[in-house]
């Protein structure tokens, strides 16, 4: 069908007709390309490069990015970056290539030290209208314009500074410039990341000790708080001996005695503070350094979450419930008690890092709790019971309840504390709405499961899920200090023992909390579910009796989150074997000697020779319950 259409024979490419013109190879170069017109007398590009070549070159590449990487230098840069030890497994199984790029940033970093503060290498035309000091300043850095730059001829200094005088006009039609003897920077304005570079942390100090909280850029201490959390402990040990955490808790101290903060600045500069604070606690000389002025700033914090100018930003709150939390690694189960031992907190001695490395002892290293406190429970418990302020519409005169009503008063020590739970449950009731959830039994909850890394959904990212982020976090700090008293190993008679504890948390009005929050999403909030299994499992270990309004709560977690269990292994069955010596006799097994496999007993009876049916009976009488017998009652009127 297709023979009339198609030719029968391939036509040669001179009988086509060129629509367009051909190039000419004299303008042009040759690009590669398919539709490129070459004479076909002339030889093929020189220059071009077969692919075997290409192979060879990315071979090599490949070769020299898996190279194998001295396990000593990867070793080195951890211990300069403070790498904790449970990490560094995990460090180590990375791939070649990755901790060859560790090595090259950390030299990139060691070549990058604080230049000395020069005058901007600039054309001997060009003068900058602005100074480098007023650009680092300034709270957002814009984009450069011909107005910025002042196009007269430069100044030129005399030979001892003496004096000042202008230089010539430079003819550039006339006059041939060498580029070797004269270097002509590009008129390009530094970058930030190389402003911040050359920030020192004494720059930091000073500007943090000569404004105001209310009048301090932001973006100033966001890159303070970056510094402090991705540089190395040497920057941060500057820092610290320059009076940088001084400087933190001055313009800390500042903002929160602020009695109306505005909410665009100064919320947003208390948040920034606080993630200054928790950023030092990412290295041991920041540890130490918080360390020395416990318990501030954390009782300030309890005392701002207490009263009614607390942020109405629930992350703010979070941030403060974190570092409140973070209490546990900074003073650890194996710290020293403060009373009855020869070490202090007073400031009469040099802190570690003040300290030079030949003058740090091993005594260094331990951690001693401040005075006067004995365990980590009760520095905690102090925090927690710090009174709460008065209202900014509370009266004059405090008042007073009667005596007898003073007597009949139930103590209820942390009802201050989880008011702001119960606050949460209240200003986000609607997310409550599962009625039929239980409260998960721990024993059969698989806790990986729950706490494995998850994708980001649908309800990550609101205002619920950013409370309900925030109860969690209070369950995880509850959680820790139920831990910690655990771990005392108390008499229940003890004010700081475990079972003290749960009774005054229950006594205080978190059994109505735990019955609310449970009725949270599953799905959304595995988590919050899992703290309070926690919570109720260490209740239940303390020795305190659950409520029976929790008690019948207690249920299994859905599907996903339950256990594995194994099923059940089959009984092997025995095998006979042959007996090798002669053995007592016993009685014969059934089949042998005459006896039948499956010997059939009268109707009516079984192997022992007594009726089935009596004991039958007997079976069901010492199974089923004695229940009373019913009487008969005769009515008085017929």
Same mark, same amino acid.
């Given at each position: 069908?297709f023979?009339?259409?198609?030719?029968?024979?391939?036509?040669?490419?001179?009988?086509?007709?060129?629509?367009?013109?051909?190039?000419?190879?004299?303008?042009?170069?040759?690009?590669?390309?398919e539709?490129?017109?070459?004479?076909?007398?002339?030889?093929y590009?020189?220059?071009?490069?077969?692919?075997?070549?290409?192979?060879?070159?990315?071979?090599?590449?490949?070769q020299?990015e898996q190279?194998?990487?001295?396990?000593?230098?990867?070793?080195?840069?951890?211990?300069?970056?403070?790498?904790?030890?449970?990490?560094?497994?995990k460090?180590a199984?990375?791939?070649?290539?990755?901790?060859?790029?560790?090595?090259?940033?950390?030299?990139?970093?060691?070549?990058?030290?604080?230049?000395?503060?020069?005058?901007?290498?600039t054309?001997?035309?060009?003068?900058?209208?602005?100074?480098s000091?007023s650009?680092?300043?300034?709270?957002?850095?814009?984009?450069?314009?011909?107005?910025?730059y002042d196009?007269?001829?430069?100044?030129?200094?005399?030979?001892?500074?003496?004096?000042? $005088?202008?230089?010539?006009?430079?003819?550039?039609?006339?006059?041939?410039?060498?580029?070797?003897?004269?270097?002509?920077a590009?008129?390009?304005?530094?970058?930030?990341?190389?402003?911040?570079?050359?920030?020192t942390?004494?720059?930091?100090?000073?500007?943090?000790?000569?404004?105001?909280?209310?009048?301090?850029d932001i973006?100033?201490?966001?890159?303070?708080?970056?510094?402090?959390?991705?540089?190395?402990?040497?920057?941060?040990?500057?820092?610290?001996?320059?009076?940088?955490?001084?400087?933190?808790?001055?313009?800390?101290?500042?903002?929160?005695?602020?009695?109306?903060?505005?909410?665009?600045?100064?919320?947003?500069?208390?948040?920034?503070?606080?993630?200054?604070?928790?950023?030092?606690?990412? $290295?041991?000389?920041?540890?130490?350094?918080?360390?020395?002025?416990?318990p501030?700033?954390?009782?300030?914090?309890?005392?701002?979450?207490?009263?009614?100018?607390?942020?109405?930003?629930?992350?703010?709150?979070?941030?403060?419930?974190?570092?409140?939390?973070?209490?546990?690694?900074?003073?650890?189960?194996?710290?020293?008690?403060?009373?009855?031992?020869?070490?202090?907190?007073?400031?009469?001695?040099?802190?570690?890092?003040?300290?030079?490395?030949?003058?740090?002892?091993?005594?260094?290293?331990?951690?001693?709790?401040?005075?006067?406190h004995?365990?980590?429970?009760?520095l905690?418990?102090?925090?927690?019971?710090?009174?709460?302020?008065?209202?900014?519409?509370?009266?004059?005169?405090?008042?007073?309840?009667?005596?007898?009503i003073?007597?009949?008063h139930?103590p209820?020590?942390?009802?201050?504390?989880?008011?702001?739970?119960?606050?949460?449950?209240?200003?986000?009731?609607?997310?409550?709405?599962?009625?039929?959830?239980?409260?998960?039994?721990?024993?059969?909850?698989?806790?990986?499961?729950?706490?494995?890394?998850?994708?980001?959904?649908?309800?990550?990212?609101?205002?619920?899920?950013?409370?309900?982020?925030?109860?969690?976090?209070?369950?995880?700090?509850i959680?820790?200090?139920?831990?910690?008293?655990?771990?005392?190993?108390?008499?229940?008679?003890?004010?700081?023992?475990?079972?003290?504890?749960?009774?005054?948390?229950?006594?205080?009005?978190?059994?109505?909390?735990?019955?609310?929050a449970?009725?949270?999403?599953?799905?959304?909030?595995?988590?919050?579910?899992?703290e309070?299994?926690?919570?109720?499992?260490?209740?239940?270990?303390?020795?305190?009796?659950?409520p029976?309004?929790?008690?019948?709560?207690?249920?299994?977690?859905?599907?996903?989150?339950?256990?594995?269990?194994?099923?059940? $292994?089959?009984?092997?069955?025995?095998?006979?074997?042959?007996?090798?010596?002669?053995?007592?006799? $016993?009685?014969?097994?059934?089949?042998?000697?005459?006896?039948?496999?499956?010997?059939?007993?009268?109707?009516?009876?079984?192997?022992?020779?007594?009726?089935?049916?009596?004991?039958?009976?007997?079976?069901?009488?010492?199974?089923?319950?004695?229940?009373?017998q019913?009487?008969?009652?005769?009515p008085?009127?017929?």
């Amino acid at each position: 069908m297709f023979k009339s259409i198609l030719p029968s024979r391939r036509i040669a490419s001179t009988d086509f007709q060129m629509l367009t013109s051909p190039i000419d190879p004299s303008e042009t170069e040759h690009n590669g390309k398919e539709n490129y017109f070459a004479d076909s007398n002339t030889a093929y590009d020189s220059n071009a490069k077969p692919k075997t070549e290409k192979r060879k070159k990315m071979k090599g590449k490949l070769q020299a990015e898996q190279e194998v990487i001295p396990t000593e230098d990867f070793d080195r840069l951890l211990d300069e970056l403070q790498i904790p030890s449970t990490l560094r497994p995990k460090l180590a199984t990375m791939d070649p290539t990755v901790k060859a790029a560790f090595l090259k940033s950390s030299h990139v970093l060691a070549q990058m030290k604080p230049a000395p503060v020069t005058a901007p290498l600039t054309p001997r035309t060009l003068r900058r209208v602005h100074s480098s000091e007023s650009v680092l300043s300034s709270p957002r850095p814009q984009k450069p314009t011909l107005e910025e730059y002042d196009l007269t001829e430069g100044p030129r200094m005399p030979p001892f500074g003496t004096g000042h $005088s202008r230089g010539k006009s430079l003819d550039v039609r006339r006059q041939a410039i060498d580029p070797q003897s004269a270097q002509i920077a590009p008129l390009k304005v530094i970058k930030d990341k190389k402003k911040q570079a050359t920030i020192t942390p004494e720059k930091y100090v000073k500007i943090l000790l000569g404004q105001s909280s209310t009048a301090m850029d932001i973006e100033t201490v966001k890159k303070l708080r970056l510094m402090l959390r991705n540089e190395s402990a040497s920057w941060t040990e500057a820092f610290l001996q320059h009076g940088g955490y001084d400087a933190i808790l001055t313009r800390l101290n500042e903002i929160l005695e602020v009695e109306w903060r505005e909410e665009q600045h100064d919320d947003q500069m208390l948040y920034e503070l606080l993630r200054c604070v928790k950023a030092l606690s990412t $290295s041991a000389v920041g540890c130490n350094a918080l360390r020395s002025y416990c318990p501030a700033p954390f009782d300030k914090l309890v005392s701002l979450l207490y009263s009614d100018k607390k942020p109405g930003d629930v992350p703010t709150r979070q941030l403060m419930v974190e570092l409140l939390l973070g209490l546990f690694e900074l003073y650890p189960l194996s710290a020293l008690p403060s009373t009855g031992s020869s070490y202090s907190h007073s400031r009469s001695h040099s802190v570690p890092w003040e300290r030079s490395s030949s003058n740090v002892t091993s005594t260094s290293n331990l951690v001693v709790l401040p005075r006067p406190h004995a365990t980590l429970f009760s520095l905690i418990k102090s925090l927690l019971l710090t009174p709460a302020p008065p209202p900014s519409e509370a009266p004059g005169t405090p008042l007073e309840p009667h005596a007898f009503i003073e007597d009949l008063h139930r103590p209820r020590i942390y009802k201050i504390y989880l008011q702001e739970m119960s606050d949460i449950c209240r200003d986000y009731f609607w997310v409550f709405c599962h009625p039929s959830n239980t409260i998960w039994d721990l024993s059969e909850t698989d806790e990986a499961k729950v706490e494995k890394p998850r994708a980001p959904g649908g309800m990550t990212g609101g205002v619920e899920f950013e409370a309900m982020c925030y109860m969690t976090m209070h369950f995880k700090f509850i959680n820790a200090i139920a831990s910690c008293t655990q771990a005392l190993n108390l008499n229940k008679e003890h004010e700081h023992s475990a079972f003290r504890f749960h009774q005054d948390m229950l006594a205080s009005g978190i059994e109505r909390i735990l019955a609310i929050a449970r009725k949270a999403s599953t799905t959304y909030y595995p988590t919050l579910h899992l703290e309070i299994a926690r919570y109720v499992s260490a209740a239940g270990l303390s020795g305190v009796d659950i409520p029976w309004s929790l008690s019948r709560m207690i249920g299994q977690p859905p599907t996903a989150m339950r256990k594995q269990l194994l099923p059940p $292994s089959r009984p092997k069955t025995p095998t006979r074997s042959a007996p090798t010596t002669p053995t007592r006799r $016993s009685a014969p097994a059934p089949g042998f000697a005459g006896y039948p496999a499956n010997p059939v007993y009268p109707t009516g009876y079984s192997a022992t020779g007594r009726p089935s049916g009596e004991r039958t009976r007997e079976r069901e009488t010492e199974r089923a319950p004695v229940l009373p017998q019913s009487r008969k009652v005769t009515p008085m009127f017929n």
